[in-house]
T-cell receptor
Framework: DGGITQSPKYLFRKEGQNVTLSCEQN?????MYWYRQDPGQGLRLIYY???????QKGDIAEGYSVSREKKESFPLTVTSAQKNPTAFYLC????????????????FGEGSRLTVL | SQQGEEDPQALSIQEGENATMNCSYK?????LQWYRQNSGRGLVHLIL?????REKHSGRLRVTLDTSKKSSSLLITASRAADTASYFC?????????????FGSGTQLTVLP
């Protein structure tokens, strides 16, 4: 079955540690995204990538880093510089709807819940 | 900044009743999408309505779009307990940029058996 796989589902971090969240897709989608969701709120865009070896900052990129070495993979690192990292993190992908256009539906993983101890 | 804002923030109804959620947005759009999120899970796409469409149906879902008022509504008919979830609208800008699909803060729907 095609889809997006996020791991781990739950992650605990001590202050000062970096942690990496995995996101893999087998949908052959060009674009991949990382969102952060806080309780009772909507999704805020952290980073996105439209092509291998290229990615762009979203609205809340500070304290996060990403890489896109393969089309299928878009890992997110939450660094120690992120002051309030406890949140639910969602990875998504979408296919191009035209040259440089991404207006179609997003496909989401099941999320990773990060808690700072 | 959040483009779409849902109303109400929370809605509680009895099984069998209809549920209506509204979404307002600020700038011109290519399309508007509705997503569902069960507690602690990822979002699932429900329906997409393009800017040149006024109404769209999918099973028990009916979506309307009024571009002059920059608003949309999602109607779930004959609701079931399994419809309990958060519902989000998301707007895709007319520029088509991957960056700018923005989500509202959601409506929490509770369907009581």
């Amino acid at each position: 079955d095609g889809g997006i796989t996020q791991s781990p589902k739950y992650l605990f971090r001590k202050e000062g540690q970096n942690v990496t969240l995995s996101c893999e897709q087998n949908l052959n989608h060009d674009a991949m995204y990382w969102y952060r969701q806080d309780p009772g709120q909507g999704l805020r865009l952290i980073y996105y990538s439209q092509i291998v070896n290229d990615f762009q900052k979203g609205d809340i990129a500070e304290g996060y880093s990403v890489s896109r070495e393969k089309k299928e993979s878009f890992p997110l690192t939450v660094t120690s510089a992120q002051k309030n990292p406890t949140a639910f993190y969602l990875c998504a992908s979408s296919k191009s709807t035209g040259t440089g256009m991404y207006t179609g539906e997003l496909f989401f993983g099941e999320g990773s819940r990060l808690t700072v101890l | 900044s959040q483009q779409g804002e849902e109303d109400p923030q929370a809605l509680s109804i009895q099984e069998g009743e209809n549920a209506t959620m509204n979404c307002s947005y600020k700038t011109s759009i290519n399309n508007l999408q509705w997503y569902r999120q069960n507690s602690g899970r990822g979002l699932v796409h429900l329906i997409l309505i393009r800017s040149n469409e006024r109404e769209k149906h999918s099973g028990r879902l009916r979506v309307t779009l009024d571009t002059s008022k920059k608003s949309s509504s999602l109607l779930i008919t004959a609701s079931r307990a399994a419809d309990t979830a958060s519902y989000f609208c998301a707007t895709a800008p007319s520029t088509g940029s991957a960056r700018q699909l923005t989500f509202g803060s959601g409506t929490q729907l509770t369907v009581l058996p």
